[in-house]
């Protein structure tokens, strides 16, 4: 109470705070997934380019999917990338093909049909995520009616770079977002995505607020021996700025996320089922009853039956059918590991803490690999002398499973950054301290202001430490703040308005390499 402001006789009640601000930890595991969705409106109203936060998959669905279509009808296909069967005169390089009647045939998609965010989103829900941004930049695109080449990477015409920029730039007024995820961008040609993947280290270093998570073009079918050429490519678009705020894992991941019911014959050959019949029914082994359901697919009446029952009909009348479907569900749950890694890193986040590495765990929903690498193979992923970006690799143990097995970022040779979560939980302590430090903008620079903004922040890094996210046998150990005139302040910055604070943390890292040394001895007598 100012007592120049009191005129009246009479008792005054004048109270005042006990305690200090203080610093409240900013939420460390919130992703922004940018890319293509089924559709973007709700009640009305479009969200095509406009950042939407949703708290879970349904909410996601709300605004983003097909509404489902009145019972007994099935539910809305969101996702239905389109596959040929291409027969070959010799047997394909790659696995994705099927012998029929002795004759090769490659499963090869229509690239215009192929997206990856949709699954994604679901894949981060698996593993546990929560809050999340998501920035729809369109939806799906006309397919191309033909299949690309087989071997040859998936390149989207659908998916533009400008799209995704736009959607990355719409971010810069976003603060809340941890991690900048574009499941699309492996869909684009190798210029392309590195434009995109320099624009997004770019953009993290200037918002200082996210990490970005990406994905290796080449990761979805790899060759055995040549995959280091995909790997020196990704190295070489990544560019020099920013490394320390991205971070890579390779190869992708095969999944469970879509089930048989999402797969069906509407998804071979553009659902012209005419081109699907001389493989199912072939005329030197014809079948009645294959035959009959495919003669109503083609020729519907008042009294049809729906996809999902023609469905069902066809898998039980040929056991060939039913194979081509479980070998192109098996494809097309081949996704990139980004949607699962966020979802990851929001349950480490929440059980342990953000300075816990999100390595030496496993992907809910993954069950294969398309490489397995070895340990001689990773080693060139981890450390590369020359350009020092290092990629964490997802490795298949016996008995163990399938395990994200690295926790670095793009800059691995550098002592301060090279550790992704050592970068994140720095990130979590300057943006805390940064948001609290607004409740002193504009108040007398003196001593008593600096005393509170240490004291404020020497509270919030003691709860760190005691939680384990700094190292240190005491608190002095593990951190150290000054503010003041004559240690992080002269005159003349006070003169200017300039109140600076100094905080120093010791940062944990993690134990990448754990050495075991053994000696023997002689025996002694007891």
Request: glycine share 8%; hydrophobic share 40%.
């Amino acid at each position: 109470m100012n007592l120049s402001t009191i005129f009246t006789p009479g008792v005054y009640i004048n109270e005042q705070n006990a305690f200090p601000n203080s610093v409240v930890p900013v939420a460390t595991a919130v992703p922004a997934f940018i890319g293509y969705t089924p559709q973007a409106s709700y009640e009305g109203k479009s969200y095509t380019n406009v950042p939407v936060k949703v708290s879970s998959f349904a909410e996601f669905q709300a605004i983003f999917c097909y509404p489902d279509p009145a019972p007994p009808a099935p539910p809305a296909k969101q996702y239905a990338p389109q596959y040929y069967l291409v027969q070959q005169k010799t047997k394909p390089t790659d696995k994705d093909y099927l012998v029929i009647g002795g004759a090769y045939y490659s499963i090869v998609a229509d690239p215009n049909t192929i997206y990856y965010l949709y699954n994604s989103i679901r894949l981060f829900y698996q593993n546990g995520g929560g809050d999340a941004y998501i920035v729809s930049v369109g939806t799906y695109g006309p397919p191309s009616g033909k299949p690309c080449n087989p071997g040859d990477q998936i390149v989207n015409p659908n998916v533009l770079l400008n799209d995704l920029m736009g959607g990355l730039a719409l971010l810069l007024n976003e603060e809340e977002p941890t991690m900048y995820i574009c499941p699309e961008a492996t869909l684009l040609s190798i210029s392309d995505n590195a434009t995109l993947m320099q624009e997004m280290l770019l953009q993290c270093t200037q918002m200082q607020t996210a990490v970005a998570i990406f994905d290796i073009i080449g990761g979805r079918n790899p060759d055995p021996i040549l995959y280091t050429n995909d790997i020196q490519t990704f190295r070489n678009n990544t560019g020099s700025q920013g490394l320390n705020y991205g971070t890579a894992y390779y190869p992708f991941v095969g999944t469970t996320i879509m089930q048989p019911g999402d797969i069906d014959y509407t998804n071979l050959f553009g659902g012209d089922t005419k081109q699907l019949a001389p493989l199912i029914n072939p005329a030197t082994s014809p079948s009645t009853s294959v035959a009959t359901i495919l003669n109503n697919i083609q020729t519907p009446s008042a009294a049809s039956l729906t996809v999902t029952q023609y469905n069902n009909a066809l898998t039980n009348a040929s056991t060939l059918y039913s194979t081509i479907i479980k070998h192109i569900l098996s494809i097309a749950n081949v996704l990139p590991p980004s949607g699962g890694m966020a979802g990851v890193i929001t349950t480490i986040d929440n059980a342990e803490g953000v300075w816990e590495a999100p390595a030496n765990t496993s992907i809910v929903g993954v069950t294969s690999l398309p490489i397995k690498l070895s340990e001689s193979q990773q080693a060139n992923l981890n450390v590369d002398a020359i350009t020092g970006k290092s990629i964490n690799a997802i490795r298949f143990f016996n008995g163990l499973g399938i395990l994200v097995w690295g926790a670095r970022t793009l800059d691995g040779n550098s002592l301060d950054w090279k550790y992704l979560p050592v970068r994140r939980t720095m990130i979590m302590l300057e943006q805390s301290c940064k948001l609290a430090a607004h409740a002193y903008v504009f108040q007398p620079n003196v001593k008593n202001t600096w005393e509170a903004v240490k004291s404020m922040i020497s509270s919030f890094l003691t709860s760190i430490w005691k939680d384990g996210g700094l190292q240190g046998a005491t608190a002095s150990d593990a951190f150290s703040v000054d503010c003041g005139l004559g240690t992080t302040m002269t005159s003349d910055d006070i003169l200017n308005g300039f109140m600076n604070v100094m905080v120093k943390v010791a940062v944990v890292h993690p134990a990448e390499f754990i050495v075991i040394t053994f000696q023997q001895q002689m025996a002694t007598s007891s």
